[in-house]
């Protein structure tokens, strides 16, 4: 047995994963880890895919709701999906097996944002939740769980779980140990403040305590989380993010920030990398960050000593950069912090640090209403995640997109976005490789003019036309709604958005 | 001279309203106080539209921006936007003139949530701000200002304004001091968590203290608030409140709510009235509100000893309801505290003390997105108020509304929202006269069935056959591009939105 499971009576539950499946039961709320392609359950799910084909087999339905941190991987949603052993999943998925059965309505998906989830499966929104399966680094002898490379819903979902399964990871990093924040709060209606004033600050324990006799099972695994690897920056990412630093100089330039001052939220992908690779050789130091999850740039930067502190609840790291981490967790420990998403992502908190959100995007139209998960309106790709969580509270909201996707055939700036997931109320400035636009302050008929300015030259004219024609209808908003969506379906007849 | 300027040095400032307006100028950042036509400034903005309209004379430029807490009334935005003295107005207006105006492309709106302008005001996002122009009901011998029938921004703009003027409203009850809870935050990178953990909680002072030397007049008024009177809640509005009363005893029936939990967050109108009404005679007791506005109904709800505390950032009453108020300012302020709208509607306190929003809206889609600001999606109404600073934080968010408008010829739940200002992802529960949609936990598919249960039996088949559409075309959101707005644009051209 693993030297990893140091408590008696903890040890005494260690199971198989297919001994482990027997507590999960068709129509089932399973609460998992996982965040990001870090720190989900490597077995169970495997184990419970089986007993859902056999189930199928049999003739006998076998279909559970699985509510995570974020997204997993294909050892986890994958073997689910592919076993369509998912009714119901939430928050966020970016398992395209299990993407695909949402978009043909064979599984259902509730796009929450994820600062918000904890709290409603606490409360009950979702009914009861039978089971939590978490993944851990380390059971100490006291019981207590060491946490493994993403916090998550962790804390809610062991709360509210009748069981819980606890998977040992013997892959993760024992230096872990101390990086996690783990703070239980008060709920409803008893709350107090988060005492969080520093990105730093720490309020609660590095380990995660869970009422023993909650746990019917220990199952060992040995296997690495995702870490897809990251593509070098390109030349149009280079550009954004040199467009997205020189947002950053002139708010210095203004008066609005100051070059110690920058906490930063990051989405993940290459388009962030780039603009941490150029944070480098910025004049900005002491960068903090307030944010989701921990990605390759950031290590960079604290390499470096440009960044003193990170705070997320996951990481999401190359193959590379994962190693690095896990060479050297004892150094990172000192620089990096993993909260539960419930507090990563609080408003009560993201407000107050004053950070400013950088987040990727579908599309964006001419008023700055963002649309981060559905494909033409109809397919979800991943869902909100927390782009939500930070653009609503953050001091500057800003997202950052090439101006063109699919070789140019499609303009990620639109007349009308074809679904909306943040406002214009709450969207500030947008960054394209053309440059950015800043829409602060601004009535949308001048906000428009912003959005052409950093659109792609081709997509100019046929934006430029659709304003001439909502402008000449009248009205606060120079909207045109007969042909309001004219990109798009010029798009799905021609297989392009040009004319 | 009033006996309510008791402070010497500020005495020697006062002067009349024309006087005063020589501290303003062509193109400059007014900031004045004024929520939802209560406590606004009620002799500077005449002076300030004669100014204007002699210098418009003399063929002169003559327009200034102009910072409210939200609405105010005919005679403050009302003559400037007649003189045309309004270039720029933010964040929320109800005057028809210069709705006008914004609709036309005569002045520039721009529609921030109201939680969050005090911040960019002071940050700067908008450029200097050179005078501030607040209300007050009195000046006390140290100079401390007691505030008068609405809090708003006046912090942030006193705080931002090179210049103040003070004008002091003796039709303003003096019991109105002790009522409020000025608390002046610490700004960026600064803040500290707000430490109410209660609805009743108090941080600050009942005055607000100004730098003596910042003060350029004091002006003298004696004129009552808007106070529009609220029709009598006619059939629809009951049946709506008694959904909506319904959907809360069924959220005590299922353990999310107790009788005496209930934090009411209310927008203003005759329906609200109509739930408030109801509340009258229900089990609720205790009752909170961490609200913007005082309403009758919520005096009601004191007087009926169901409401304890209501903290809010303004009163909205009808005249009767303000003579009752004025006359018994005594008693209700041990039951109501008026706030900064930046603390009566920030994200931290709304989401710690899990609250119940409830707001009015122009449209919802089938999927649950809102459009609360804009008519056929260009013309503007108010603005979005501080709907999203409540929505987006709640415990529940949710919407009540008339399935139709117009005597029928419109619906309320229409395919696609023609603009959106609350996603899908913000949206809970939406309650019609034909009943509730609860939205959560569901797919979009799954949503739309629950929406079209409300909305008005005319408009349930041409919905359906939306959806129908909408499904044919595969997809996690069954929407029909092509066809999204059919509703509108039939409305544009035959007058109803019926086929």
Same mark, same amino acid.
């Given at each position: 047995?693993?030297?990893?499971?140091?408590?008696?009576?903890?040890?005494?539950?260690?199971?198989?994963?297919?001994?482990? +499946? %027997?507590?999960?039961?068709?129509?089932?709320?399973?609460?998992?880890?996982?965040?990001?392609?870090?720190?989900?359950?490597?077995?169970?799910?495997? /184990?419970?895919?089986?007993?859902?084909?056999?189930?199928?087999?049999?003739?006998?339905?076998?279909?559970?709701?699985?509510?995570?941190?974020?997204?997993?991987?294909?050892?986890?949603? *994958?073997?689910?999906?592919?076993?369509?052993?998912?009714?119901?999943?939430?928050? =966020?998925?970016?398992?395209?097996?299990?993407?695909? %059965?949402?978009?043909?309505?064979?599984?259902?998906?509730?796009?929450?944002?994820?600062?918000?989830?904890?709290?409603?499966?606490?409360?009950?929104?979702? $009914?009861?939740?039978?089971?939590?399966?978490?993944?851990?680094?380390?059971?100490?002898?006291?019981?207590?769980?060491?946490?493994?490379?993403?916090?998550?819903?962790?804390?809610?979902?062991?709360?509210?779980?009748?069981?819980?399964?606890?998977?040992?990871?013997?892959? %993760?990093?024992?230096?872990?140990?101390?990086?996690?924040?783990? =703070?239980?709060?008060?709920?409803?209606?008893?709350?107090?403040?988060?005492?969080?004033?520093?990105?730093?600050?720490?309020?609660?324990?590095?380990?995660?305590?869970?009422?023993?006799?909650?746990?019917?099972?220990?199952?060992?695994?040995?296997?690495?989380?995702?870490?897809?690897?990251?593509?070098?920056?390109?030349?149009?990412?280079?550009?954004?993010?040199?467009?997205?630093?020189?947002?950053?100089?002139?708010?210095? /330039? +203004? *008066?609005?920030?100051?070059?110690?001052?920058?906490?930063?939220?990051?989405?993940?992908?290459?388009?962030?990398? +780039?603009?941490?690779?150029?944070?480098?050789?910025?004049?900005?130091?002491?960068?903090?960050?307030?944010?989701?999850?921990?990605?390759?740039?950031?290590?960079?930067?604290?390499?470096?000593?440009?960044?003193?502190?990170?705070?997320?609840?996951?990481?999401?790291?190359?193959?590379? /950069?994962?190693?690095?981490?896990?060479?050297?967790?004892?150094?990172?420990?000192?620089?990096?912090?993993?909260?539960?998403?419930?507090?990563?992502?609080?408003?009560?908190?993201?407000?107050?640090? *004053?950070?400013?959100?950088?987040?990727?995007?579908?599309?964006?139209?001419?008023?700055?209403?963002?649309?981060?998960?559905?494909?033409? $309106?109809?397919?979800?790709?991943?869902?909100?995640?927390?782009? $939500?969580?930070?653009?609503?509270?953050?001091?500057?909201?800003?997202?950052?997109?090439?101006?063109?996707?699919?070789?140019?055939?499609?303009?990620?700036?639109?007349?009308?976005?074809?679904?909306?997931?943040?406002?214009?109320?709450?969207?500030?400035?947008?960054?394209?490789?053309?440059?950015?636009?800043?829409?602060?302050?601004?009535?949308?008929?001048?906000?428009?003019?912003?959005?052409?300015?950093?659109?792609?030259?081709? =997509?100019?004219?046929?934006?430029?036309?659709?304003?001439?024609?909502?402008?000449?209808?009248?009205?606060?908003?120079?909207?045109?709604?007969?042909?309001?969506?004219?990109?798009?379906?010029?798009? +799905?007849?021609?297989?392009?958005?040009?004319?």
């Amino acid at each position: 047995m693993s030297d990893r499971i140091l408590n008696d009576q903890l040890r005494g539950k260690v199971m198989s994963a297919e001994e482990a +499946a %027997q507590f999960i039961n068709n129509g089932d709320n399973v609460g998992i880890s996982g965040f990001t392609g870090a720190g989900y359950p490597k077995a169970l799910p495997k /184990a419970i895919a089986e007993k859902a084909k056999e189930a199928h087999g049999r003739g006998e339905e076998f279909k559970i709701n699985v509510f995570s941190g974020a997204s997993t991987a294909d050892d986890c949603d *994958g073997v689910l999906a592919e076993a369509n052993a998912i009714n119901f999943r939430t928050p =966020y998925n970016s398992d395209k097996t299990l993407r695909g %059965q949402f978009n043909s309505g064979e599984a259902f998906y509730s796009d929450v944002h994820l600062s918000h989830l904890g709290q409603q499966v606490v409360q009950g929104f979702f $009914g009861d939740m039978q089971v939590a399966i978490i993944e851990a680094t380390k059971i100490k002898e006291d019981g207590a769980i060491v946490p493994s490379s993403a916090v998550g819903n962790n804390v809610e979902y062991v709360e509210a779980a009748d069981k819980v399964i606890i998977e040992v990871n013997s892959w %993760q990093s024992e230096d872990l140990e101390g990086m996690h924040d783990i =703070y239980v709060p008060e709920r409803l209606w008893d709350r107090k403040p988060f005492e969080i004033t520093n990105v730093g600050d720490r309020i609660g324990e590095t380990v995660h305590r869970i009422d023993p006799s909650k746990i019917v099972a220990v199952v060992e695994t040995n296997e690495a989380d995702r870490n897809a690897p990251f593509k070098a920056p390109d030349e149009v990412s280079e550009k954004i993010a040199a467009n997205f630093l020189q947002f950053l100089e002139d708010e210095v /330039a +203004a *008066g609005r920030l100051t070059y110690d001052n920058y906490i930063m939220q990051s989405g993940v992908g290459n388009v962030p990398n +780039a603009v941490m690779a150029g944070l480098l050789d910025s004049k900005f130091e002491n960068i903090t960050a307030y944010t989701e999850v921990i990605q390759d740039g950031m290590l960079d930067l604290i390499d470096a000593g440009k960044m003193s502190t990170a705070s997320a609840t996951s990481f999401s790291l190359s193959p590379g /950069a994962a190693q690095r981490m896990n060479e050297n967790a004892d150094f990172y420990n000192k620089h990096i912090i993993l909260r539960p998403q419930a507090i990563s992502n609080h408003p009560e908190i993201i407000r107050r640090v *004053g950070l400013i959100a950088t987040n990727g995007l579908i599309e964006a139209d001419l008023f700055g209403n963002v649309n981060s998960t559905n494909v033409s $309106g109809a397919k979800v790709m991943n869902g909100i995640g927390g782009s $939500g969580d930070f653009t609503r509270n953050a001091y500057i909201s800003s997202f950052i997109t090439p101006s063109v996707a699919k070789d140019g055939a499609i303009s990620c700036i639109v007349p009308f976005s074809s679904h909306i997931d943040h406002t214009e109320h709450d969207v500030m400035v947008i960054v394209t490789e053309q440059g950015y636009a800043d829409l602060r302050g601004l009535a949308p008929r001048q906000r428009a003019r912003k959005m052409i300015e950093i659109a792609h030259p081709d =997509y100019r004219p046929l934006l430029e036309e659709y304003l001439e024609r909502g402008e000449a209808n009248g009205g606060h908003t120079p909207v045109d709604l007969p042909t309001a969506f004219e990109f798009h379906t010029r798009l +799905a007849e021609t297989g392009t958005m040009k004319k």
